[in-house]
């Protein structure tokens, strides 16, 4: 496995699209350095896009933890989050209705707007679920693992409602050897266990990428053999990009160790055309 510096890759390219935690940042903050190659952009008049699978929070809230950071090239209107998938979704299948939902209140905010009254799974009456139109997964956080889990099992196995998760990420690192268990998770437990397909949302569906492409030419016309997509995981950044027809560099800052890089590749033959140390130029 051949290691390419990041630097010689970006010129390549007029445009890119970056994967978030494990590319910008991981568990100890915003990646050293990674604000030089938003400098770089600037100057070069490059298009970016941020396409993260993270729905627990708004577009307006994921920009400003990196603007709040020292990176103020980053504003809403680069953000491209998996939960912007699921809401068109929300307001052109369901349209109106009620929906149970796990997650906490920042990441309702995917539902305001779209027709849908949403109830947070643990103020949710199970002796109460006619009127349920489906159950939505959007964080891992704000509910109650064992006696909320439990409820959305027994509403699923009650009412033939989808189950739609607006981030399929199944685990996140939370330091250089560990992982907590996403969304994406509990979406395949819940999937296991009552017999449901789930319908996913994020990375490495293509439309993601299409999602993000037709945004793109909104701002500046560029070809898919202009496009980077600069990702650290190989099941989700690189096979979308792949599947989608841009180029790819894997980075080595996240969820793929320099120590796994080459055995991954490998194994999985998920074939990124670049592998570098990090997206720092």
């Not at 409602?161 to 690192?173: K, M």
């Amino acid at each position: 496995m051949k290691k390419t510096d990041f630097s010689t890759v970006l010129p390549k390219y007029k445009a890119v699209f970056f994967d978030a935690f494990g590319v910008l940042k991981n568990y100890n903050g915003m990646i050293k350095g990674i604000e030089r190659t938003f400098d770089y952009l600037a100057e070069n008049e490059m298009e970016f896009f941020v396409l993260t699978n993270d729905s627990s929070r708004s577009p307006e809230l994921l920009a400003e933890k990196y603007r709040s950071a020292g990176i103020e090239a980053i504003n809403t209107d680069h953000m491209i989050s998996s939960g912007m998938l699921a809401r068109e979704y929300f307001k052109h299948k369901l349209r109106d209705g009620k929906v149970v939902y796990l997650g906490t209140e920042k990441s309702a905010y995917y539902l305001e707007g779209t027709g849908l009254e949403g109830i947070p799974i643990g103020t949710f009456d199970s002796q109460n679920s006619e009127d349920i139109r489906a159950l939505v997964l959007l964080d891992e956080e704000g509910f109650d693992w064992n006696k909320d889990l439990n409820k959305a099992i027994n509403l699923l196995r009650r009412k033939n409602i989808p189950i739609i998760v607006a981030n399929s990420d199944e685990t996140y690192p939370v330091s250089k050897y560990e992982v907590n268990i996403a969304i994406g998770g509990i979406a395949d437990m819940l999937e296991t266990i009552v017999g449901k397909r789930v319908i996913r949302f994020g990375k490495p569906s293509s439309q993601m990428f299409i999602f993000a492409y037709e945004y793109m030419l909104k701002r500046v016309d560029v070809r898919k053999e202009e496009i980077l997509m600069v990702g650290d995981t190989l099941y989700t950044d690189i096979m979308g990009g792949n599947k989608f027809g841009v180029d790819t560099a894997l980075v080595l800052t996240g969820n793929t160790s320099p120590e796994q890089a080459k055995f991954l590749i490998k194994s999985t033959g998920i074939i990124p055309d670049y592998v570098c140390n990090s997206a720092v130029l």
